[in-house]
T-cell receptor, first 114, second 112 residues
Framework: DGGITQSPKYLFRKEGQNVTLSCEQNLNHDAMYWYRQDPGQGLRLIYYSQIVNDFQKGDIAEGYSVSREKKESFPLTVTSAQKNPTAFYLC?????????????FGQGTRLTVV | SQQGEEDPQALSIQEGENATMNCSYKTSINNLQWYRQNSGRGLVHLILIRSNEREKHSGRLRVTLDTSKKSSSLLITASRAADTASYFCATDPREYGNKLVFGAGTILRVKS
C-alpha cells in the first residue's frame, strides 16, 4: 500500500539533545512538508521541499533542520536551539505544491521533552 | 499567521443529526480544503473546492464557498459516531505561494 510512514510514534528528548524524526513516502510525490501541531491550534509549517536537494523554510523554521537527499525521505531534526519542542509533528506529501492538490499525511510523531 | 478560523470550536450532536462547521479566512485564496483528524492521528483530506466553485458534494459531505464573504461551510449529513473527529479548513492565500494555512479546527463529537 502507498502512503507516508513516520517514525517513531513517540519520542522523548532530554534538554540540549538533538533528535531526528523520520518521514518516508512511497507515493512518488515530489513535494514534502513538515508541520507542527500544538493543542488547540492549527498546523504550522516548519519546512517544505518541492524537489530533491532543495527545501525552503516555513513559518516556524527556527530550531529545526531538514534534508532531502532522496525523493522518498524528508527527515526533520529538532535541535537544542528549539526552546519549546514538545508538540505533535506531522509529515505530509503532495503530487504538486499544495493549494491545487491534496496533502497526504503520516500518522505523526509526538515529541516530549523530559 | 493563521488564515482560517473555524466556528464553532466544539460541537456535540446526536447520531443521525446534521453537523455544520464554518470557516472564515482573511485574504483572497485560490482553493480551500477540508481535512479530518481523528484523535492523535494524521489528517485525512476530505474535499477541495476551487475559488470559482460555490458548492461541492462528496458522499455525506457538502461544502460551500462564498468568496465575497470569505467563508466556507462543511455540512455532514446523517452523522455517525465514527464522524467524531477534529475538522480543519485549509486555504492557500494568493500572496503565500502554493502552501496551505490551517485553521485551529472544530472538534465534533457525535453521541450514539
Amino acid at each position: 500500500d502507498g502512503g507516508i510512514t513516520q517514525s517513531p510514534k513517540y519520542l522523548f528528548r532530554k534538554e540540549g539533545q538533538n533528535v531526528t524524526l523520520s518521514c518516508e513516502q512511497n507515493l512518488n510525490h515530489d513535494a514534502m512538508y513538515w508541520y507542527r501541531q500544538d493543542p488547540g491550534q492549527g498546523l504550522r509549517l516548519i519546512y517544505y521541499s518541492q524537489i530533491v536537494n532543495d527545501f525552503q523554510k516555513g513559518d516556524i523554521a527556527e530550531g529545526y533542520s531538514v534534508s532531502r537527499e532522496k525523493k522518498e525521505s524528508f527527515p526533520l531534526t529538532v535541535t537544542s536551539a528549539q526552546k519549546n519542542p514538545t508538540a505533535f509533528y506531522l509529515c505530509a506529501s503532495s503530487i504538486g505544491m499544495l493549494g491545487n492538490t491534496e496533502a497526504f499525511f503520516g500518522q505523526g510523531t509526538r515529541l516530549t521533552v523530559v | 499567521s493563521q488564515q482560517g478560523e473555524e466556528d464553532p470550536q466544539a460541537l456535540s450532536i446526536q447520531e443521525g443529526e446534521n453537523a455544520t462547521m464554518n470557516c472564515s479566512y482573511k485574504t483572497s485564496i485560490n482553493n480551500l480544503q477540508w481535512y479530518r483528524q481523528n484523535s492523535g492521528r494524521g489528517l485525512v483530506h476530505l474535499i477541495l473546492i476551487r475559488s470559482n466553485e460555490r458548492e461541492k458534494h462528496s458522499g455525506r459531505l457538502r461544502v460551500t464557498l462564498d468568496t465575497s464573504k470569505k467563508s466556507s461551510s462543511l455540512l455532514i449529513t446523517a452523522s455517525r459516531a465514527a464522524d467524531t473527529a477534529s475538522y480543519f479548513c485549509a486555504t492557500d492565500p494568493r500572496e503565500y505561494g502554493n502552501k496551505l494555512v490551517f485553521g485551529a479546527g472544530t472538534i465534533l463529537r457525535v453521541k450514539s
